[in-house]
């Protein structure tokens, strides 16, 4: 299983930046995939997952209306579209997999672990 996560940066508060999340070595459409982040001297949490067999997706309360996950099927890719983003948003943001999908629901404690990627927001 491979997770390479790509998109971050340094962005101004107010902007939007979207992740994406290319996955390989495992049968796509069985798993869920997730969003998570860590900011420092933070506990990491669960922002954002879906299900990619049914589409169903969780978000934090935290990001509920700013951020959207999809999913590409044909490219075995799932995004994060962050808009409005705050300086609370700074942190190294995570895509993880589980090859069980009903972990979506909790989007916590997933199997597999991409190396991350660091989205900076200034105010």
């Known amino acids: 299983v491979q997770l390479v996560e790509s998109g971050g940066g340094l962005v101004q508060a107010g902007e939007s930046a979207r992740l994406s999340c290319k996955a390989s070595g495992f049968t796509f459409d069985d798993y869920a995939i997730g969003w998570f982040r860590q900011a420092p001297g933070k506990e990491r949490e669960g922002v954002s997952c879906?299900?990619?067999?049914?589409?169903?997706?969780y978000y934090a309360d935290s990001v509920k209306g700013r951020f959207t996950i999809s999913s590409d099927n044909a490219k075995n890719t799932v995004y994060l579209q962050m808009n409005s983003l705050t300086p609370e948003d700074t942190a190294v943001y995570y895509c993880?997999?589980?090859?069980?999908?009903?972990?979506?629901?909790?989007?916590?404690?997933?199997?597999?672990w991409g190396k991350g990627t660091l989205v900076t927001v200034s105010s």
């Open positions: 993880a997999a589980d090859s069980d999908p009903f972990v979506a629901t909790m989007c916590r404690n997933m199997d597999y």
């Open positions: 879906i299900a990619i067999s049914d589409g169903y997706t």
